[in-house]
């Protein structure tokens, strides 16, 4: 097939869903997914919407009020730029390449870079250390790096033989990324890109156990992200602001795939210290219409002036972990607008959604994104159809936004995949009419006196309260009960912890859940959390286990 009409086809199923950015029923029953043999994202998609094209690509500002603006036009030739001087420090197709930068014009380079040469990118946050990066490199078998200069240091202890790239003033033996951009602008494909090889592995953010490695292909997520273009509801000429930390999956998801199949700019405001005002400032300075945030963004925001944001988006989402309701409610009352929560995973692109334009329903991650078939498997027989159950895709007619698996591991990965089903580790509950429930991660939900818990629910309840800033919910052992939920909790501010706040967030407790679900102790302390932001609910249960004298028990006030 020629480029033409591969992008072509592309273009169309793009086109389709935001014909029908607002007809669910007509995107999910006509949307079908466009299949390559050959497809390169940058070759085939960026580099036809960006000829000639002097619309924004990227608008980054930083703390200071300094600005960087990108078109599409300058950031394809810089990619080839790129591109070009990758290949003469030895990078070639296969190869994988650490990409641990923040949110600079280089990383965006370097993504559509990679692509290009048909590279395997390992993304990598700033944040890591040399244990994390040891690890990396080993189970990547990296064989390039490219970091900011400030973080070179990390990796003296980390050996391998890998070319090492730094950005922003690099000392020996780091080569200068800076002289990519006197290379060639004309840059030449050594061949085709099929559509199945590997341009990602993603270590996940490891809640519970060692993170795995997901690989992913130059459609599964290129591809895939059409149907987080459809779940934002982004348009041409949008303006983008998605918060999440580079070298996760969200990033790629937000801040990169969806806004440029949309045709839309990625907006960025860094900060080292969250400052909501700040923020708000921004957004309306720069007319933001679309913005994305992950729970606990939305949760300190709720607790600022929200109606000091004069224009808010048109588009609110929240993804990573599900919002609960009290913070929806509070963003409708000052913004006049709902967010929208999107369910997916680092092995999939989103995969179920309240889409724009849709009725939403209190608790809902709403229906299944179009081109995805979505079963929950009962418990017990792990067949299709249960009205609460592990949420699965049907991989019958394979939808292109789901990994290749998890490198390097095929037994998990034919758990992961057994019988058929691509298995979220998820459960969630099905309405009439096609709503679905998030319950709670299966190793998260707990019985208490043979009663089922979801932490997520206990969570919700506890957040109606004003002192309550953040909950994490994990069963504690208790003699009688087998167990009894246990709350960590962050105060918001002008709350102090003390036995007078616990004894007000219990009689909350007891007036909004049924008895069963009764709070019985409390704890107030930070809650420990990935470097992506989710909360280490392992870590939480293993203290409790371990007993503690800082809690607070119901029976005790």
């Not at 580079?246 to 210290?273: D, I, M, Q």
């Not at 009962?378 to 249960?386: C, I, Q």
């Not at 909950?471 to 504690?476: F, I, L």
């Not at 007000?504 to 007036?511: E, I, K, N």
């Amino acid at each position: 097939m020629s480029e033409r009409g591969t992008t072509a086809r592309f273009r169309a199923a793009r086109d389709f869903l935001l014909r029908h950015r607002e007809d669910y029923d007509a995107a999910y029953r006509g949307f079908s997914w466009p299949r390559f043999t050959h497809f390169n994202w940058a070759e085939d998609w960026f580099d036809a919407l960006a000829a000639g094209n002097g619309a924004t690509a990227l608008h980054l500002v930083e703390e200071d009020g300094r600005e960087t603006r990108v078109s599409f036009d300058a950031m394809a030739a810089r990619s080839r730029r790129v591109a070009t001087w990758l290949r003469d420090q030895g990078v070639r197709a296969g190869d994988r390449m650490i990409v641990m930068l923040g949110n600079q014009p280089e990383l965006w380079e370097t993504a559509l870079a990679a692509m290009r040469l048909r590279a395997v990118v390992i993304p990598a946050t700033p944040l890591l250390g040399p244990a994390d990066l040891r690890d990396r490199v080993e189970r990547g078998r990296a064989r390039h790096v490219v970091v900011r200069a400030a973080d070179t240091a990390k990796f003296d202890g980390v050996p391998g033989d890998y070319t090492r790239i730094a950005v922003g003033g690099a000392q020996a033996p780091w080569r200068p990324y800076e002289e990519a951009y006197g290379a060639d602008d004309r840059f030449v494909p050594d061949g085709p890109t099929r559509a199945d090889d590997p341009l990602l592995l993603y270590f996940t953010s490891g809640t519970t156990a060692r993170p795995k490695l997901v690989e992913h292909t130059h459609t599964s997520y290129p591809v895939g992200h059409l149907a987080t273009m459809y779940w934002t509801g982004l348009r041409p000429g949008d303006v983008h602001l998605n918060i999440s930390s580079p070298g996760w999956a969200k990033h790629a998801w937000s801040n990169l795939f969806a806004p440029w199949n949309a045709e839309a700019t990625v907006f960025v405001h860094s900060y080292t210290r969250f400052d909501p005002a700040r923020l708000m400032a921004e957004m309306d300075r720069h007319g933001v219409t679309s913005f994305c945030a992950p729970p606990t963004v939305w949760r300190m925001l709720i607790q600022a002036d929200l109606t000091a944001l004069r224009t808010p988006p048109r588009e609110v989402l929240a993804a990573g972990e599900p919002l609960n309701p009290e913070v929806i409610a509070a963003v409708r009352r000052a913004w006049g607008v709902t967010i929208r929560d999107g369910f997916g995973q680092t092995e999939t692109a989103v995969q179920i959604a309240n889409t724009p334009g849709q009725p939403l329903k209190p608790g809902s991650m709403g229906r299944p994104s179009p081109g995805f078939r979505v079963e929950l498997l009962d418990p017990v027989t792990g067949r299709p159809g249960a009205e609460e159950g592990e949420i699965a895709l049907d991989l019958s007619a394979r939808p292109v936004g789901v990994m290749t698996g998890y490198h390097g591991d095929p037994e998990r990965t034919a758990v992961s995949m057994a019988d058929g089903y691509y298995r979220t580790g998820d459960i969630g509950r099905r309405d009439d009419e096609g709503y679905v429930f998030f319950v709670g991660r299966n190793d998260d939900v707990f019985k208490a006196s043979d009663y089922k818990i979801s932490p997520f629910e206990l969570e919700s309840a506890l957040l109606e309260h004003e002192a309550v800033a953040e909950a994490a919910v994990v069963p504690a052992p208790d003699p009688v009960r087998l167990s009894v939920p246990k709350a960590y909790v962050v105060l918001a501010d002008g709350w102090e912890p003390g036995p007078g706040t616990a004894k007000a967030l219990f009689a909350h407790a007891r007036a909004v859940l049924a008895p069963y679900q009764r709070i019985r102790r409390i704890e107030f302390a930070d809650l420990p959390k990935t470097v992506s932001g989710k909360i280490r609910r392992v870590e939480l249960r293993e203290r409790t286990a371990a007993g503690s004298s800082a809690e607070y028990r119901e029976e005790e006030l």
